[in-house]
T-cell receptor, first 113, second 114 residues
Framework: DVKVTQSSRYLVKRTGEKVFLECVQD?????MFWYRQDPGLGLRLIYF???????EKGDIPEGYSVSREKKERFSLILESASTNQTSMYLC????????????FGSGTRLTVV | GDSVTQMEGPVTLSEEAFLTINCTYTATGYPSLFWYVQYPGEGLQLLLK?????DKGSNKGFEATYRKETTSFHLEKGSVQVSDSAVYFC?????????????FGKGTTLSVSS
């Protein structure tokens, strides 16, 4: 069964910590994405990557960075976590091609205290 | 730019009622259209899709028809169940921008009571 795996379902971190959220896909997809989901705001795109070592800013990249050293892994980094980064984080991957949808991971609920 | 507009929720229905969740889109190209479902505490799952005008996507009793003339992709189900309670997202992918991000609506929460 093909899948996107996010390393943690729940995470609690302290303000100022450096936080790594990991995402791995086994479908050989070229494209990977990080979203955050907040009540009333829907899904907001943070960063995406269309190839190894390539990255593009999404709608809300401030306070985040990403790393894609291997095709199957896309990491989201919070350089210095803040309470306003408490959210549900969703990773997705997609094959290149307009008819291809996303496959999502189960999400990581991050709480910054 | 491209956008997706969904009806605001929450939608509250009794079991076996008919469901419609409206979705309209704006796109300069020829998008593919998707419905995703998110059950409580989980990520999003693809529910159905349509890749060209007049296509009908269907899955688990849900249907949606790609209407180019009205730029719509409304989700319907003839008889909802309590287990259908979830958040539903409409999304589009522009074929001219293959490989870039899908564009999502804000989601519609459906609550079904027995």
């Amino acid at each position: 069964d093909v899948k996107v795996t996010q390393s943690s379902r729940y995470l609690v971190k302290r303000t100022g910590e450096k936080v790594f959220l990991e995402c791995v896909q086994d479908m050989d997809h070229e494209n990977m994405f990080w979203y955050r989901q907040d009540p009333g705001l829907g899904l907001r795109l943070i960063y995406f990557s269309y190839d190894v070592k390539m990255k593009e800013k999404g709608d809300i990249p401030e306070g985040y960075s990403v790393s894609r050293e291997k095709k199957e892994r896309f990491s989201l980094i919070l350089e210095s976590a803040s309470t306003n980064q408490t959210s549900m984080y969703l990773c997705a991957s997609r094959r290149t091609g307009g008819a291809s949808g996303y496959t999502f991971g189960s999400g990581t609920r991050l709480t910054v205290v | 730019g491209d956008s997706v507009t969904q009806m605001e929720g929450p939608v509250t229905l009794s079991e076996e009622a008919f469901l419609t969740i409206n979705c309209t889109y704006t796109a300069t190209g020829y998008p593919s259209l998707f419905w995703y479902v998110q059950y409580p505490g989980e990520g999003l799952q693809l529910l159905l899709k349509a890749t060209k005008a007049d296509d009908k996507g269907s899955n688990k009793g849900f249907e949606a028809t790609y209407r180019k003339e009205t730029t719509s992709f409304h989700l319907e189900k003839g008889s909802v169940q309590v287990s259908d309670s979830a958040v539903y997202f409409c999304a589009l992918s522009d074929l001219k921008q293959a490989g870039t991000a899908l564009i999502f609506g804000k989601g519609t929460t459906l609550s079904v009571s027995s």
